[in-house]
Structure formats: C-alpha cells, structure tokens
C-alpha cells in the first residue's frame, strides 16, 4: 500500500480572463511552484506569469550555424582533396553548387535538434507519468475550462491559505491533488536501465538491420548486380553452340541485317530502268517523306525542293528538283542519287533506311506534281 | 446589400461553438467505427493502389523497357509524376507555416490536414525517384556516406541537391506536423476510455499536460519550425526545378523556372487541399470549421499562383523571342504548335483560362464550381509537368534524334497507383487521428483569448 502524497491545489476557471488575473495574482503572491493548464495557449500568460523567454531558439541558432560551417568545410574536404572530380574544367571548390544541399542540412539538423531539445529539456522525456495525469482537473483543463495548480512544495504553501486564494478569485472548483511515491516520481528517467537498455535494443536492431539489407540481402538472387549475364564474354569458352567458341561463322554470302548491298553501284542508267518504288503514294508515305525530307535533304535543297538552299553559300548551291530532267527522271533514278549522292552531293544511305528514301522519292514526286499541275488536278 | 466592416477580423469559426463541442466534433470520427462509405472509398483506393503495385511489379521484373519512355525522351512518366506530387504537398506547408508567420487565422482549421497532405504527397513523390532508376534497390547510393569503394555522390548534381532537398523535406514537415498534434494526442489521451487507446496516446503524447510553462516553449518552437518551413518550401520546388534547370536542354535551361515552379506547386496544392477539404468538411460536419470563407480565401490564393503560373508561360515565349536563340524559339513554337499541342493547350485552358472564372465571388463560394476548376487545375498541373518534359526532350537539338512519346499502359497503371497510395493514406488519416487541430481552433473560438478589458 502505497502512501498518498499531497503534489499540489488547483483551481478551475471559466473564462481566460479570470485565468489571467488569477496567474498574475498568484505571482504577486510570491509563490513560485506554480502553473497554469489551458486547452490553448493564452495570450498574455506568459506575461501575467512573468516567464522569461524561451532558449531554444538559441539551440536552432547554434546547432544551424554549426551545421552549414560544418557542411561547407566537409564539401570543400570532398571535392578538392579526398575526391576531386573534373566536371568540364569547373574549379573544384564551388560554393555556388553547394548553397542547396548545405542550406537542407542546415534546416534539417536546427529543426531536430530544437524539437529533440524541446523534449528532453522541457518536456524531461523520457518521463511521462505526472501526478497531475489521470486527474479530473486535467480531464477539465484539456476541454474547456482553465486551471492554475499551486505546488506543495513550495515554500509559501499553506492549505488553507490557498485555497481561500483561489475562493477570493472565484474559482469554479478547487481540488486537491494526491499521488503516490511508486507510480509517480520525478528522478529523471533517461538513465534508468530500462530507458537505456531500449537505446541499446533500437540501435542493435537498427544497425543490424542495414548491415544485413546491405551487405547479404542485396547480394541474394535476383539481385544479381548484372554480374551473371545470359551474354558471349570475350576471351572466355561458352558452352552454348558446342565447340567452344561463343560465336558462329556465318554461313556463305550471309548477309547483315539492314545491309543487303546495293546492286546499282556507278550504275544509274540500269538503277532508273530496274528499280521500282514500293511504296504507294498514300498520306502515311507522303508524310513520312516530308519528314525525312525536311530534316535531311531541305537544307541544300530548300523545303521546296526549288535549290532555295540554308547554307548562305558555304556549300554549291544544287540544282531545282523541278527540272524537266529530274521530273521526267524514273523514280528509281532519284533514289540512286539519294543512294550514292552525286558529285559532291553525299550519299544518304546510312542515315536513311531503304524505305525512307523511297517516301522522300514520293514526296518530291508531290512537290514536283504542285507546281507542275495537270489540268485535271484542278478538279 | 450588406456592407463589410473591412476592420474587423471575420471569425474564423461559425456559430460561436462551446469548446466542449469542438472536441467532441474533431474526436468523433476516431471514436466511431468506420462505415459502409468509408469502407468502399477504402476499397476503391486500394484497388487504384494495387494496380500500380502490379504495374510496377512487371516494371521490375521486365525492366523499364514496360514504359514508353525512348531514345531522346528518358524522363517519362516517374519524373512527371514526381514533380507533380512534390508540388502537391507544398501547399501543406505555406498554410501551416508561411499563413503561421502571417498570423493568418483561417489557417488554423485546415493546417493539421494539409500538413498530413504534405506528407503523403511526399512519401507518394519520393517514390518515383526510385522507381525512375529502375533497380530501386541500389536506392542506398544515393545517400553519401564513407564507403568501401571511396565514392562519394557528386555534390554539385542537382539530382542530389534533390535527394537532400526531398528527405530534408519530408522529416521537416513530419516533425512539424508531430509537434503540431502533441496537445491534441493529450486531449485524447484524457477523455479516451479504452485502455489500449489510453496507452498509445499516452506514449506520444510524451507527458504533455497543457501546462504554460510547456506552452511558452512549444510555441516558441512552433515559431522557429514555421520559420525554418517557409524558406525550405521555396527551396524544396527550387531544387526540383534546377533538376531542369541547370541542364543545357531549349525549354528547360530558364532562370524563370525556379518561381514558377513553387507558384506552380502552391498552386495545384492548394487545389488538392481544396479538393479534399469539401468532402471532409461535409462529412464529418465541419462546416463552421472548415467555413465556405475559408475555401473562398484558399481560390483566391488560386487565382494568384494561377495567374503567376499563366505569367512564365508568356514570360517563357517572350525570353525564347527575346534571346534570338534558334532553338529555344522552335522549343516553344513547337510547344504550342508541335506533336504535343494538345497537351500545351489542355495546360493553358485549365492553368490559365479556367481559375480566373475565380474573380467573380459567386464562382468562389460555389461549391460545386469551385471542386470542378481545382480539379481542372490539377489536370493542368500535371500536364504542365509533362509539357515541360516531354516536349523539350522529344525535340531537341539534332532533328534526326527527334522522336514521339507515348505512354504505355503500364506507365498509366503507375500513375494510377499513386494516386490509390496517396488517397489510401488520407482515408487512414481521417480514421486515425484529429483531421482539424484542436487546440488551435479553440483558440481561435470567439471569446476564446482574454480581452484585456481591466486595461
């Protein structure tokens, strides 16, 4: 059986501005073992309470300049003598490109490090039992009505007095309130073994789990990290075709894909008379040659193919694609220029496929047809 | 007509509630069992959620050739996504800590939610980053520290400054958002019956006893997390936007793009605020609250981002004009005029044109309207992101490079998924702890501070 202790009287309030003159009487009183409880923080308690401003901005402030100097000193440390890297000639040390991440660190390490110091200076965590817990007059001051709770340890305290007090300020009720020595102490506890033996149990988990994650998870299948790869290795057997070797000999006359050769070469006349365009003049085709024409052949040519070349004369100027001659050329005759370019024109085969040089034959055909119209083109 | 007395304040809460009443209100969606509603909303986020899981099962197994993206365009989807929900949450923390710093009291009824939106749309947006990458589980390098293999990160990447910027972020907000609920955990933790309930409030609610001499520190330290809030928001959208920036490409190489992008941010978060705020205002009867007041002061702050977001659009078309840069011209010729027209004029209509029906009052207090523009505005937003992606990289400086992109389904279920992630948290935030603060809205009760009156 535990003993009941006397821990302090309270008082209950209605409005804020009893609590405030009652705060500020209390005070003028002389005692000092005291508080108030409000749902909300008033204005003006901290006044009427004669409280001196809080320090913990000077946490944020201290811990906040040391983070940047640090951050800025570990950054030059970094990037000038463990691991310089040789971004396009940029000096080593660049404060510029460190403004963001310093400034994140900095707001990072002041925000924790003032709520951290919050709760252990103010709020003396790891403590959490309180004799005014579990009390009415607390079930009271977190809804709507406001306390003021005077201490019995403090050196003014007499019972009666107090109370008369508080009945002299027009409190609604006035309570004792009692706890006892077992449940509720105020050693702190940071230091009590079981606080720390969970510090011990929360960093051995923590750690242990990331060097597990790190170093055996990471390693398990499927994250093979691309070492063992289905692919040929250079200078290493591969058992797959038998034989040793990781690849084949083609067989005679094979030929890549993409590649088939070009059976006209130097041979234009043959080129006009053989070749035959594939494609259809449809929309798809057409468009599909405007693109590649625009992109690969406009520059010289012009977008009209009308010799209205970009190049202001740094290469010859080629003739108008709308010529008697190119329009009465065949189309496979175009595609070999496009092929094997003529004179100092280049040829085009690499960079166009087969069937994209055929759509830009199409589309000069349109362009050629538009200012050459027929009669019936008019319908 | 009423005039308004433009010297008084408007009260911030309706129809003068007792203090008792607002916390059995706030409390009562955490004492009562969920219902039918609650559990079909869950249903259908958690569908939405499962389809991205799945989405982004076949996107790991099979590798990121699953999504759309191609030779020139590498960033697709997981990067628009990312800036999109990066953005999001930053409405959260300009009501909470800059409205704070402008003592703005309307604010104290929707800050404890868009605080808990900043933190969802934040865990939602630091997903995509990993996911980007393709092999999320080599994720850890990102983070600097000593290593066997004496590598460190390249400090001066903005793609780093990124990782700094989004965790310092996340943990800011989360602290912030923690302090925010310690006085309200301990106003459960005393009117709770259930003794499991009793115990966990007790636990996190760390000994508070409403006690002065804790409220004289806590607001202090409130003050100084607000302070350190405002400028880390600006830089947060500030970093994502170098991630463009600082990169040579027409369209993204901009000095603009830094406040039009945290514009852009405010503007779709408040959007989303919005959004959710109307349903949770209706159903859990937080209409004086929550006021229609409020709402109309969070358009208004539409208007405004909306109207500095339409300001880069023209200023991006005049510096192209300006700066006689061939290719930062076609950049956005092609823009408005290219392949990704549609896009470009999806984004004007809904960023632009659409908010500014926000100027006509009866607009900003309809409720129906005002949901219809904020989800257009994030209809918008998105594509904003996708325009400023996709195009300039589909289109860049070697016209044979060029090429189309297009999402696959895939890509689209990913989207999807974020969308059931972060509406799935939400739904269990509303269940799980108070959606408005309680403390703060009992001091901003009528009648609730001293009036001095022995002055």
């Known amino acids: ?379 | 007509m009423t005039t308004i007395d433009y010297s008084q304040e408007l009260p911030v809460v309706e129809g003068r509630p007792t203090l008792q009443e607002i916390n059995e209100l706030i409390a009562k969606p955490l004492d009562t069992k969920p219902d039918k509603k609650y559990y079909i909303a869950l249903a259908i986020t958690l569908t939405m959620l499962l389809i991205g899981v799945i989405g982004l099962g076949l996107t790991f197994y099979y590798g990121v050739g699953m999504w759309g993206n191609n030779n020139p365009v590498g960033w697709g989807f997981p990067i628009v996504n990312f800036v999109f929900w990066v953005g999001i949450g930053h409405a959260g923390t300009l009501i909470s800590a800059i409205l704070f710093l402008f003592r703005q009291k309307w604010r104290n009824g929707i800050a404890r939610f868009a605080e808990g939106m900043t933190i969802f749309a934040v865990m939602t947006a630091g997903l995509f980053p990993l996911i980007h990458v393709g092999r999320p589980w080599l994720a850890g390098y990102l983070i600097p520290y000593p290593n066997q293999h004496s590598l460190w990160v390249d400090f001066n990447s903005p793609l780093v400054w990124d990782v700094f910027a989004v965790s310092t972020y996340f943990t800011v907000s989360f602290i912030f958002w923690y302090v925010g609920l310690i006085p309200d955990l301990a106003t459960l933790r005393d009117r709770a019956t259930s003794k499991i309930k009793k115990t966990i409030y007790s636990i996190f609610s760390l000994g508070w006893r409403h006690s002065n001499r804790h409220w004289q520190h806590y607001e202090m330290v409130y003050l100084v997390l607000a302070g350190f809030a405002t400028p880390l928001v600006l830089s947060v959208h500030t970093i994502v936007s170098f991630d463009f920036a600082v990169s040579i490409l027409p369209g993204w190489h901009s000095t603009i793009f830094p406040p039009y992008f945290v514009a852009g941010a405010v503007f779709s978060g408040f959007a989303m605020v919005q959004n959710v705020l109307i349903f949770i205002r209706k159903i859990f009867n937080y209409e004086h609250i929550i006021t229609l007041d409020t709402l109309e002061k969070m358009n208004k702050i539409i208007i405004l981002t909306g109207s500095m977001v339409g300001y880069a659009y023209a200023m991006e078309f005049f510096t192209a004009w300006y700066s006689g840069v061939q290719p930062e011209q076609f950049t956005f010729i092609n823009r408005a005029f290219g392949p990704y027209a549609w896009a470009y004029w999806i984004m004007v209509s809904c960023n632009v044109l659409f908010p500014q029906l926000f100027w006509i009052k009866k607009i900003r207090r309809s409720i129906p309207i005002m949901f219809v523009i904020a989800v257009l505005v994030n209809v918008g937003m998105w594509f904003e992101r996708f325009v400023i992606t996709v195009t300039s990289l589909s289109r860049d400086f070697l016209p044979s490079s060029w090429a189309y992109f297009k999402p696959t389904l895939v890509d689209g279920a990913i989207l999807l998924g974020s969308f059931g992630f972060f509406f799935t948290w939400i739904l269990l935030f509303t269940k799980s702890l108070p959606v408005v603060s309680i403390a703060e809205i009992k001091s901003v009760v009528p009648g609730a501070q001293p009036s001095h009156e022995e002055h």
């Open chain 1, 1 to 379: 059986m535990s003993e009941k202790i006397l821990y302090s009287y309270t008082a209950l309030f209605d409005t804020p501005n009893q609590i405030i003159k009652a705060a500020k009487k209390v005070k003028e009183e002389g005692y000092t073992k005291y508080d108030v409880n409000t749902p909300y923080p008033i204005h003006g308690m901290d006044a009427a309470m004669e409280l001196k401003p809080s320090l913990l901005p000077y946490v944020a402030l201290v811990v906040g300049l040391t983070a940047a100097i640090s951050m800025i000193i570990f950054l030059w440390w970094q990037n000038t003598i463990d691991y310089p890297l040789n971004i396009g000639g940029k000096p080593f040390f660049a404060l510029p490109a460190y403004i963001p991440v310093t400034f994140e660190v900095t707001v990072l390490s002041a925000s924790i490090a003032t709520v951290v110091a919050m709760l252990f200076f103010v709020f003396k965590f790891p403590n959490n039992v309180h004799p005014l817990h579990d009390t009415d007059y607390m079930k009271r001051v977190s809804v709507d009505k406001y306390g003021i709770s005077i201490q019995a340890e403090d050196p003014l305290f007499e019972a009666e007095k107090v109370k008369s007090l508080f009945n002299s300020l027009g409190a609604s009720s006035i309570t004792p309130i009692y706890y006892s020595d077992e449940l509720v102490n105020f050693k702190p506890k940071i230091l009590e073994p079981k606080f720390i033996s969970f510090l011990i149990i929360l960093f051995i988990v923590v750690s242990g789990a990331t060097y597990i994650t790190l170093n055996k998870l990471l390693f398990l299948p499927p994250y093979s990290w691309m070492m063992v790869q289905d692919k040929v290795i250079a200078q290493k057997t591969s058992d797959f075709f038998g034989g040793g070797s990781g690849m084949l000999t083609p067989v005679k006359g094979t030929v890549a894909r993409g590649f088939l050769p070009y059976k006209f070469d130097k041979k234009p006349e043959l080129a006009a008379k053989e070749l035959v365009n594939p494609l259809m003049p449809v929309k798809k085709n057409i468009e599909l040659g405007k693109t590649k024409f625009n992109i690969y052949c406009s520059p010289c040519h012009g977008y009209h193919a009308e010799g209205k070349s970009r190049l202001r004369g740094q290469f010859p100027i080629p003739p108008s694609l709308h010529s008697d001659k190119v329009r009465n050329w065949s189309d496979g005759r175009i595609y070999h220029v496009i092929t094997e370019g003529q004179n100092v024109m280049p040829s085009y085969a690499h960079q166009l496929s087969r069937q994209e040089r055929w759509a830009i034959v199409l589309y000069i055909r349109a362009l050629q047809r538009s200012l050459n119209a027929k009669e019936s083109d008019l319908q």
